[in-house]
């Protein structure tokens, strides 16, 4: 069965600043993995996935993730931390099962 | 891109009475359906899945006579929540696949249920 980690229930960032969000996947097969941003009252949205190939995805709003086998990790960045950055991101494995969600606060 | 409806979006009823929640692909064939829950501050929690044409498959846990799910064409799959309870307030989120390896869903909106 596949599980999902998110390291950090809550992340608290400065503008401009490096975000860092942390997901760990539990599987004897490497799945397929994406990360998804949830404003508030809103449904999910698509940042990025990891299927096959490389391994460092690229998605929007200037994210991206890296699979890392050897570390069953698949970490979520952007290197400058918008305002409109703030909200809810899952990490999730294929068959979705979500991590716990970690908050995104940006501090002006 | 590919989008994903719900209707409504918002939805009080009383308890005892019975809820049901549309969920829409608009621009593609959803051969997939997925219905979750989440409560405030919590991650997704999948509900059940359906194909569609056929019965949903429900996860543990579920009461699937309480939570009726029909998906009955390949655009639309409905969520019935009957004789709610205030517990069954939630945010209810759809999503779409329409299959492939990849196993990328399309979210709706969500639903905003409270029962009073």
């Known amino acids: 069965a596949q599980s999902v980690t998110q390291l950090g229930s809550h992340v608290s960032v400065s503008e401009g600043a490096l975000v860092l969000l942390r997901c760990n996947y539990s599987s004897s097969v490497p799945p397929y993995l994406f990360w998804y941003v949830q404003y508030p009252n809103q449904g999910l949205q698509l940042l990025l996935k990891?299927?096959?190939?490389?391994?460092l995805v690229k998605g929007i709003n200037g994210f991206e993730a890296e699979f890392k086998k050897s570390e069953t990790s698949f970490h979520l960045t952007k290197p400058s931390a918008h305002m409109s950055d703030a909200a809810e991101y899952f990490c999730a494995a294929h068959k979705l099962s979500f991590g716990a969600g970690t908050t995104v606060t940006v501090r002006a | 891109g590919a989008v994903v409806s719900q209707h409504p979006s918002r939805v009080i009823c009383k308890s005892g009475t019975s809820v049901k929640i549309e969920c829409r692909s608009l621009d593609f064939q959803a051969t997939t359906m997925f219905w979750y829950r989440q409560f405030p501050k919590q991650s997704l929690m999948l509900m059940a899945t359906?194909?569609?044409?056929?019965?949903?498959?429900?996860e543990q846990g579920v009461e699937k006579d309480k939570f009726l799910i029909n998906h009955a064409s390949l655009t639309l799959s409905t969520l019935t929540v009957t004789s709610a309870h205030p517990e069954d307030s939630s945010f209810y989120i759809c999503?779409?696949?329409?299959?492939?390896?990849?196993?990328?869903?399309?979210f709706g909106p969500g639903t905003r249920l409270t029962v009073t």
């Open positions: 999503s779409a696949s329409w299959g492939g390896s990849s196993y990328e869903q399309y």
């Open positions: 359906s194909n569609e044409g056929s019965k949903a498959t429900y």
């Open positions: 990891y299927t096959t190939g490389a391994t």
